[in-house]
């Protein structure tokens, strides 16, 4: 179906043009004037804001194997209401993505389920290289190496391995930064105690030296290479600083969960909020909003990584490390920005324009004719309520979301992918119209 939207708020890569738009094909044929022989469907947006659809380069929709916690129709349709059209997924899957034949079994199980468009990493183990050397650049989004945080074959922490994959890859290289040594150390020191005893016990089980000393390392070794090589959530303030001098094929993440809670929230959340890497401390936190908004880290990701709520009530040792992101996504960053005085062109900068440059997507990301129309009509001034743990409003299959019960500033109204209009007024439209993201 063609569409035309009245009277919209365009933010287009130059800025802000008011007027109306035209899709057709599944493309932007206009954005701004639209000529008198269109046709289509009017949608009259009055005013809203049109975004180009964020671009989420850090999920786990958990698929094949984890489907207790999450599919990729659950997940990504709780990503679509947040405002996010394109989603690449990790590869901690039951089986490990770490095959070319796997990862081709993925991509084909995806076909017609998937709510924004799709891209799946491949894992590295300490033994793959040769699978990692053939995979194709136009279809593959990148290489995800865990330096710490997995278990069996992603683990990887020979060095040598790592600097083999970063030279010999063909795709973009990112890192699970933190080092296992120091992870395993501050483990045993702090074995059987519990949140009642220390209150801040998941960020001293899994401390900052482990982030920054490997950081440090793979800034090192980041120069023998030319692959580009992205780390992802970073969490602190060192680490903003030893990326400041950064080669100019590194790039960095930060996720919301980072910029909107610290360690000293543990005490109200405890599991709810443990993660990996750790909540940091309120100066990290401050590191990584000043990091993000000097440009040091480049893009916004949010490493939507569901559980399920009884997973989650488990002893501090059981539960499991993962905070589910998705569901709300826009009005949650304008809402955590707007306190900073972050405009919305900025979240479009970190979650969308710069990924769908670092990515190369093809013609795919910012507003811009003849790309494809992944976009989102949201509305500033409006409020989106996040239900409490439960409530079948929750579009995440694991139904619950950290920021239950708060009351967010702005509202996603609408969503098109590839030009079909899928989601509307809380509900969601046609068949799931995700495709598989190529790149340049
Ligand atoms: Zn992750």
């Known amino acids: 179906m063609n569409w035309i939207l009245r009277e919209v708020r365009i933010l287009t890569p130059q800025g802000e043009v008011e007027g109306d738009v035209w899709i057709q094909g599944g493309r932007w044929v206009a954005l701004g004037r639209v000529p008198d022989r269109a046709t289509g469907q009017t949608f009259l947006a009055k005013g809203a804001y049109l975004l180009p659809g964020l671009v989420d380069t850090h999920v786990h929709f958990r698929e094949p194997g984890l489907t207790h916690k999450g599919t990729f129709y659950t997940e990504s349709r709780a990503a679509l209401a947040g405002g996010v059209t394109t989603a690449f997924d990790m590869p901690n899957t039951t089986p490990p993505i770490t095959t070319r034949a796997r990862w081709e079994e993925k991509m084909h199980r995806l076909e017609g389920r998937s709510w924004t468009n799709f891209g799946c990493y491949v894992g590295a183990t300490s033994t793959n ?74 960020t001293r089980a899994r401390p900052p030296e482990a982030c920054i000393e490997s950081t440090r390392w793979l800034l090192s070794i980041a120069k023998e290479s030319s692959v580009p090589l992205h780390i992802l959530h970073v969490t602190t303030a060192e680490e903003v600083a030893l990326l400041q001098s950064r080669p100019a094929h590194v790039s960095a993440e930060t996720c919301p969960v980072y910029l909107t809670w610290t360690a000293a ?62 569901g709300y996504l826009l009005p949650w960053l304008w809402t ?105």
């Open 129 to 202: 290289l040769a699978e990692l050397r053939g995979l194709d650049p136009r279809q593959v989004p990148g290489v995800k190496v865990f330096l710490a945080s997995s278990t069996g074959d992603l683990l990887v922490t020979d060095e040598t391995v790592v600097r083999r994959i970063l030279r010999e890859s063909p795709v973009r290289v990112l890192f699970h930064s933190e080092r296992e040594a120091l992870i395993q150390a501050a483990r045993q020191r702090w074995e059987g105690r519990n949140w009642e005893e220390v209150p801040d016990l998941h």
């Open 336 to 440: 955590i920005g707007r306190a900073r005085g972050v405009p919305l062109s900025f979240w479009v900068e970190k979650a969308c324009h710069t990924p769908a440059r670092l990515w190369r997507l093809r013609d795919r990301g910012p507003l811009v004719e003849g790309y494809w129309a992944d976009g989102v009509l949201f509305d500033p001034e409006g409020k989106t309520v996040v239900p409490i743990q439960g409530d079948p409003r929750h579009f995440s299959k694991c139904r619950w979301h950290p920021l239950g019960g708060r009351v967010l500033q702005g509202q996603v109204r609408a969503v098109w992918v590839n030009g079909s209009l899928s989601y509307y007024g809380g509900a969601f439209y046609g068949a799931p119209a995700g495709q598989a993201v190529e790149m340049d």
């Open 265 to 326: 929230d543990f005490p109200a959340y405890r599991n709810l909020l443990k993660c990996n890497p750790a909540l940091k401390f309120a100066a990290d936190q401050e590191a990584l909003w000043k990091g993000l908004l000097e440009g040091t880290l480049e893009v916004v990701g949010t490493d939507h990584a569901p559980h399920l709520w009884p997973e989650k009530e488990q002893p501090y040792p059981l539960a499991p490390s993962g905070v589910p992101s998705h």
